[in-house]
Protein backbone atom coordinates (compact mmCIF):
# COMPACT_ATOMS: atom_id res chain seq x y z
CA UNK A 1 0.00 0.00 0.00
CA UNK A 2 1.35 3.36 -0.97
CA UNK A 3 2.06 5.87 1.35
CA UNK A 4 -0.66 8.49 1.08
CA UNK A 5 -3.39 5.72 0.01
CA UNK A 6 -2.44 4.16 3.45
CA UNK A 7 -2.73 7.59 5.51
CA UNK A 8 -5.90 7.89 4.12
CA UNK A 9 -7.13 4.91 4.69
CA UNK A 10 -5.44 5.22 7.80
CA UNK A 11 -7.19 8.29 8.45
CA UNK A 12 -10.92 7.39 7.89
CA UNK A 13 -10.18 3.86 10.11
CA UNK A 14 -9.10 5.16 12.93
CA UNK A 15 -11.72 8.86 13.14
CA UNK A 16 -14.31 6.00 12.93
CA UNK A 17 -12.73 4.24 15.66
CA UNK A 18 -12.06 7.28 17.97
CA UNK A 19 -15.58 8.33 17.51
CA UNK A 20 -17.09 5.21 18.70
CA UNK A 21 -18.93 5.31 22.28
CA UNK A 22 -16.22 3.96 24.85
CA UNK A 23 -14.10 4.31 28.12
CA UNK A 24 -12.33 6.82 26.85
CA UNK A 25 -15.39 9.11 25.59
CA UNK A 26 -17.12 8.67 28.95
CA UNK A 27 -14.25 9.73 30.78
CA UNK A 28 -13.40 12.71 28.61
CA UNK A 29 -17.26 13.69 28.31
CA UNK A 30 -17.28 13.59 32.28
CA UNK A 31 -13.88 15.46 33.13
CA UNK A 32 -15.36 18.18 30.33
CA UNK A 33 -19.05 18.67 31.31
CA UNK A 34 -17.66 18.58 35.53
CA UNK A 35 -14.57 20.35 35.50
CA UNK A 36 -14.16 22.15 32.24
CA UNK A 37 -12.61 22.61 29.36
CA UNK A 38 -8.73 22.36 30.64
CA UNK A 39 -9.66 18.93 32.24
CA UNK A 40 -11.13 17.30 29.01
CA UNK A 41 -8.29 18.78 26.75
CA UNK A 42 -5.86 17.45 29.45
CA UNK A 43 -7.37 13.97 29.77
CA UNK A 44 -7.83 13.88 25.96
CA UNK A 45 -3.87 14.48 25.70
CA UNK A 46 -3.38 11.72 28.23
CA UNK A 47 -5.97 9.68 26.04
CA UNK A 48 -3.58 10.67 22.88
CA UNK A 49 -0.27 9.44 24.70
CA UNK A 50 -1.79 6.29 25.75
CA UNK A 51 -2.15 5.03 22.31
CA UNK A 52 1.85 5.27 22.18
CA UNK A 53 1.67 2.47 23.90
CA UNK A 54 -0.34 0.12 22.02
CA UNK A 55 1.90 1.47 18.68
CA UNK A 56 4.78 0.53 19.99
CA UNK A 57 4.05 -3.45 20.96
CA UNK A 58 2.04 -3.49 17.64
CA UNK A 59 5.06 -2.36 15.74
CA UNK A 60 7.02 -4.79 17.60
CA UNK A 61 4.55 -7.81 16.19
CA UNK A 62 3.12 -8.27 19.49
CA UNK A 63 -0.24 -7.21 18.90
CA UNK A 64 -0.56 -10.52 17.43
CA UNK A 65 0.95 -12.58 20.18
CA UNK A 66 -1.37 -10.88 22.99
CA UNK A 67 -4.74 -11.16 20.63
CA UNK A 68 -4.41 -14.84 20.10
CA UNK A 69 -2.85 -15.98 23.35
CA UNK A 70 -6.28 -16.53 25.74
CA UNK A 71 -4.05 -16.03 28.96
CA UNK A 72 -2.01 -12.99 27.77
CA UNK A 73 -5.77 -11.29 26.59
CA UNK A 74 -7.58 -12.90 29.83
CA UNK A 75 -5.05 -10.94 31.99
CA UNK A 76 -5.67 -7.39 29.83
CA UNK A 77 -9.38 -8.09 30.05
CA UNK A 78 -8.75 -8.46 34.18
CA UNK A 79 -6.94 -5.52 34.66
CA UNK A 80 -8.62 -3.16 32.39
CA UNK A 81 -12.07 -4.48 33.50
CA UNK A 82 -10.74 -4.04 36.84
CA UNK A 83 -9.94 -0.17 36.28
CA UNK A 84 -12.96 0.87 34.30
CA UNK A 85 -14.97 -0.97 37.50
CA UNK A 86 -12.12 1.31 39.75
CA UNK A 87 -12.99 4.68 38.16
CA UNK A 88 -17.10 3.75 37.88
CA UNK A 89 -16.93 3.42 41.48
CA UNK A 90 -15.17 6.72 42.35
CA UNK A 91 -18.67 8.39 40.42
CA UNK A 92 -21.11 6.04 41.87
CA UNK A 93 -19.63 7.73 45.20
CA UNK A 94 -20.02 11.06 44.40
CA UNK A 95 -21.88 13.38 46.48
CA UNK A 96 -23.35 16.57 45.90
CA UNK A 97 -20.86 18.41 47.60
CA UNK A 98 -18.38 17.12 44.95
CA UNK A 99 -19.79 18.63 41.91
CA UNK A 100 -18.14 21.70 40.75
CA UNK A 101 -21.40 24.26 39.27
CA UNK A 102 -18.99 26.91 38.63
CA UNK A 103 -15.46 24.91 36.88
CA UNK A 104 -13.63 22.76 39.12
CA UNK A 105 -13.49 19.90 42.19
CA UNK A 106 -11.09 20.94 44.60
CA UNK A 107 -8.07 18.67 44.40
CA UNK A 108 -9.03 16.61 41.41
CA UNK A 109 -9.53 19.08 38.25
CA UNK A 110 -6.47 21.22 39.57
CA UNK A 111 -3.82 18.84 38.93
CA UNK A 112 -3.10 18.82 35.22
CA UNK A 113 -0.54 15.37 35.48
CA UNK A 114 -3.48 13.57 36.93
CA UNK A 115 -5.91 14.08 34.72
CA UNK A 116 -3.23 13.29 31.94
CA UNK A 117 -2.34 9.93 34.07
CA UNK A 118 -6.10 8.84 33.88
CA UNK A 119 -6.43 9.23 30.34
CA UNK A 120 -3.71 7.77 29.71
CA UNK A 121 -4.01 4.64 31.95
CA UNK A 122 -7.70 5.07 30.50
CA UNK A 123 -6.57 4.07 27.05
CA UNK A 124 -3.70 1.95 27.84
CA UNK A 125 -5.69 -0.57 29.88
CA UNK A 126 -8.59 -0.67 27.38
CA UNK A 127 -8.58 -4.21 26.29
CA UNK A 128 -10.21 -3.82 22.68
CA UNK A 129 -6.94 -1.78 22.33
CA UNK A 130 -4.57 -5.04 21.12
CA UNK A 131 -7.33 -6.69 18.66
CA UNK A 132 -8.12 -3.14 17.22
CA UNK A 133 -4.32 -2.98 16.87
CA UNK A 134 -4.00 -6.05 14.97
CA UNK A 135 -6.72 -5.30 13.11
CA UNK A 136 -4.96 -2.02 12.13
CA UNK A 137 -1.63 -3.26 11.13
CA UNK A 138 -2.88 -6.02 9.25
CA UNK A 139 -4.96 -3.65 6.95
CA UNK A 140 -2.55 -0.62 6.65
CA UNK A 141 0.49 -0.42 8.80
CA UNK A 142 3.31 -3.16 9.02
CA UNK A 143 6.49 -4.49 10.89
CA UNK A 144 7.61 -3.72 7.71
CA UNK A 145 7.21 -0.52 6.67
CA UNK A 146 10.32 1.82 6.65
CA UNK A 147 10.24 3.01 10.61
CA UNK A 148 10.10 7.05 9.44
CA UNK A 149 6.88 6.04 8.15
CA UNK A 150 5.91 4.06 10.60
CA UNK A 151 6.58 6.94 12.68
CA UNK A 152 4.38 9.18 10.80
CA UNK A 153 1.40 7.12 10.87
CA UNK A 154 1.62 6.48 14.77
CA UNK A 155 2.01 10.32 15.28
CA UNK A 156 -0.71 10.61 12.85
CA UNK A 157 -3.10 8.44 14.97
CA UNK A 158 -2.22 10.15 17.73
CA UNK A 159 -3.10 13.83 16.63
CA UNK A 160 -6.26 12.09 14.96
CA UNK A 161 -7.44 11.03 18.14
CA UNK A 162 -6.49 14.18 19.98
CA UNK A 163 -8.53 16.19 17.30
CA UNK A 164 -11.34 14.14 17.81
CA UNK A 165 -11.48 13.93 21.94
CA UNK A 166 -10.87 18.17 21.24
CA UNK A 167 -13.90 18.64 19.26
CA UNK A 168 -15.66 16.71 21.81
CA UNK A 169 -14.26 18.62 24.72
CA UNK A 170 -15.03 22.03 22.91
CA UNK A 171 -18.63 21.05 22.38
CA UNK A 172 -19.22 19.68 25.03
CA UNK A 173 -17.98 22.93 27.38
CA UNK A 174 -20.31 25.39 25.27
CA UNK A 175 -22.28 27.20 27.84
CA UNK A 176 -25.06 26.36 26.64
CA UNK A 177 -24.53 22.71 26.64
CA UNK A 178 -22.63 22.59 29.88
CA UNK A 179 -25.16 24.13 31.62
CA UNK A 180 -27.30 22.00 31.02
CA UNK A 181 -25.49 19.28 32.04
CA UNK A 182 -24.34 20.66 35.10
CA UNK A 183 -28.27 21.11 36.04
CA UNK A 184 -28.24 17.32 36.97
CA UNK A 185 -25.30 18.15 39.26
CA UNK A 186 -23.94 14.78 40.99
CA UNK A 187 -25.68 12.47 39.38
CA UNK A 188 -24.33 13.43 36.26
CA UNK A 189 -21.49 11.67 38.15
CA UNK A 190 -23.16 8.98 39.26
CA UNK A 191 -24.03 8.11 35.81
CA UNK A 192 -20.59 8.10 34.42
CA UNK A 193 -20.01 6.11 37.32
CA UNK A 194 -22.49 3.64 36.36
CA UNK A 195 -21.35 3.45 32.57
CA UNK A 196 -17.87 3.21 33.32
CA UNK A 197 -18.93 -0.57 36.14
CA UNK A 198 -20.86 -1.72 33.59
CA UNK A 199 -18.49 -1.28 30.87
CA UNK A 200 -15.95 -3.02 32.97
CA UNK A 201 -18.23 -6.12 34.23
CA UNK A 202 -18.77 -6.65 30.37
CA UNK A 203 -15.25 -6.97 29.98
CA UNK A 204 -14.85 -9.26 33.31
CA UNK A 205 -17.70 -11.30 32.33
CA UNK A 206 -16.02 -11.07 28.65
CA UNK A 207 -12.32 -12.76 30.17
CA UNK A 208 -13.79 -15.66 31.78
CA UNK A 209 -15.50 -17.29 28.40
Known sequence: MEFWQGFLTLTLVHLLAAASPGPDFALVSRQSLLHGRKAGLLTSVGIAAGLSVHIAYSALGMAAIIAHSAGWMTAIKIVGGLYLIYLGSKGIRAKPAQTALAGETAGEARSGRKLVMSGFLCNTF????????????????????????????????????????????????????????????????????????????????????
Not at 127 to 154: H, M, Q, R, W
Not at 156 to 169: G, K, P, R
Not at 193 to 201: F, N, S
Request: hydrophobic residues 55%.
Open 126 to 209: NPKAPVYFLSLFTIILSPNLPLETLCIYGLWIMLLQLAWFSFVVFFLTQPAVRVRFLALGHWLDRLFGVTMVALGLRVLSSSTK
